[in-house]
């Protein structure tokens, strides 16, 4: 049964960092993509950072240079460097997978399988 396992989240104050995991099942490493979304309260659910198979990254505006998106294939597990953290990053953020695709989104469409979410809190 393939399963996403996220952990990682909790609380640092504005600047700070915090580094996200997610286990996930083998397959998606193959031919697919692996991606982090986040979503606060009476939002969409946004498009953080995804990875292909291949090695490609995509990133949000917002995120870039200050989080990371890479996977352990060893490990089977995805992660999320999250640095310079601000309190508009809060959210609770989601480990998300796609088999089979020739390219990655940052649109959650794209992506049938999710994990139970993790909350990050950063306070000014």
């Known amino acids: 049964q393939d399963q996403l396992v996220e952990s990682g989240g909790g609380s640092v104050q504005s600047g700070g960092s915090l580094r996200l995991s997610c286990a996930a099942s083998?397959?998606?490493?193959?031919?697919?993509?692996m991606g982090w979304f986040r979503q606060v309260p009476g939002k969409e659910r946004e498009g953080v950072a995804a990875?292909?198979?291949?090695?490609?990254?995509y990133y949000v505006d917002s995120v870039k240079g200050r989080f990371t998106i890479s996977i352990d294939k060893a490990k089977n597990t995805l992660y999320l460097q999250m640095n310079s953290l601000k309190p508009e990053d809060t959210a609770v953020y989601y480990c998300?997978?796609?088999?089979?695709?020739?390219?990655?989104?940052?649109?959650?469409?794209?992506?049938?399988?999710w994990g139970q979410g993790t909350q990050v809190t950063v306070s000014s």
């Open positions: 998300a997978a796609a088999a089979g695709r020739r390219w990655c989104t940052l649109q959650k469409g794209d992506f049938a399988y």
């Open positions: 083998v397959i998606f490493y193959r031919t697919g993509c």
């Open positions: 990875i292909h198979s291949s090695g490609l990254m």
